[in-house]
């Protein structure tokens, strides 16, 4: 019986230490470790999303002393800071933003229409989503429509059959240029109504699948690129490797889904269909571990500043191959809601 005894013990410490083992080497970022959701009250904080990538991948390990926070030019004290690998940061809204699929127009090269018949392929990334994430889909098109085709949800495959039901082929108007651009700004106001009217607010994330052979009036592309950073949304673009470039455009902004994400802390990846999954984790796993540094602005003005997130002189020393990215600006406005704070 002792020695019975002595063997079961044995056992269960292997096992312990195995289970230890497989912990350490496989650390997960799932909505499994997930506790309750907390409230701050922050009627004028200004969330600043940071990615931190050291050779491409997420740097896990910083703290709220490691970074200097700048408001057109004057450091301001960063009152609150949540880490994505602690699990903190706002629960995420995926947008999938598309243009319909017109034939007899364009090629499909220049627009959205490579995906059609791929979009399943997004689904593997998609069970990386985190417990409280959400993904929606939304579309305009030339002739001047626009939508928004699925409320964000947690059923990863009901928005890829979405996806798909916006690409399936269309016939072509002639009804074409500043109607199509009127539509992509219905499209992304539509989409910030959605992040207003949600209590407390997600981060409104928007992925084009577009190819991005566009151009918009300077004006009109910075007057949405500030009702975007009303709301800290961060817009992001998958593209095609097989889409033509735009190589230049007379009088407006070219790439406007390009130059969306580039203001708003984004970033624009080209992936071939046997890589769109792997894309679409890329984007998941910057945002999972992101970090979200809170700050009361000096004014409430309505007006674009320029914002700066650099580390200390200390940590930059230590994390000489970091590189931090994160939206140009913000425009301070009175927000008289909770803001939600994800403990994820």
């Given at each position: 019986m002792?020695?019975?005894?002595?063997?079961?013990?044995?056992?269960?410490?292997?096992?312990?230490?195995?289970?230890?083992l497989i912990s350490a080497l496989y650390p997960k970022h799932t909505g499994a470790q997930q506790s309750d959701v907390t409230f701050r009250t922050a009627t004028n904080l200004v969330l600043v999303d940071v990615v931190a990538l050291n050779n491409g991948l997420p740097e896990k390990n910083l703290k709220r002393d490691d970074f200097r926070l700048l408001d057109n030019g004057v450091p301001v004290p960063i009152k609150t800071f949540d880490s994505g690998a602690e699990f903190k940061t706002r629960p995420l809204a995926l947008w999938f933003i598309v243009l319909c699929n017109m034939q007899g127009h364009f090629d499909e090269t220049y627009g959205s229409g490579l995906f059609r018949g791929e979009t399943h392929l997004l689904q593997p990334a998609l069970t990386h989503m985190e417990k409280q994430d959400a993904v929606g889909v939304a579309h305009w098109c030339d002739d001047g429509q626009s939508k928004l085709d699925l409320p964000p949800t947690s059923n990863a495959e009901e928005a890829v059959?979405?996806?798909?039901?916006i690409l399936e082929p269309v016939p072509d108007t002639e009804s074409h240029d500043r109607s199509g651009e009127l539509a992509l700004q219905r499209t992304m106001q539509f989409i910030i109504d959605a992040t207003r009217s949600s209590k407390p607010e997600p981060l409104p994330v928007l992925i084009f699948l577009y190819g991005d052979h566009s151009g918009m009036p300077k004006s009109e592309a910075n007057h949405f690129v500030d009702e975007l950073l009303e709301t800290s949304a961060i817009a992001f673009g998958?593209?095609?490797?097989?889409?033509?470039?735009?190589?230049?455009?007379?009088?407006?902004?070219?790439?406007?889904?390009?130059?969306?994400?580039?203001q708003t802390g984004g970033q624009y990846l080209d992936a071939a269909p046997g890589t769109y999954a792997t894309a679409l984790d890329e984007i998941l796993q910057q945002l999972h571990f992101r970090y979200e540094l809170g700050f009361q602005p000096p004014v409430l003005d309505g007006k674009r500043h320029k914002l700066v997130v650099k580390f200390t002189d200390p940590a930059a020393s230590r994390y000489k191959t970091v590189r931090l990215r994160y939206r140009a600006a913000y425009v301070p406005v009175a927000h008289a809601h909770l803001q939600g704070q994800g403990a994820h």
């Open positions: 002792q020695k019975l005894a002595r063997t079961r013990w044995l056992r269960r410490i292997a096992i312990l230490c195995a289970a230890l059959t979405a996806l798909e039901h998958i593209r095609d490797s097989r889409s033509h470039h735009m190589i230049f455009l007379i009088g407006e902004q070219k790439e406007v889904a390009h130059y969306i994400t580039d």
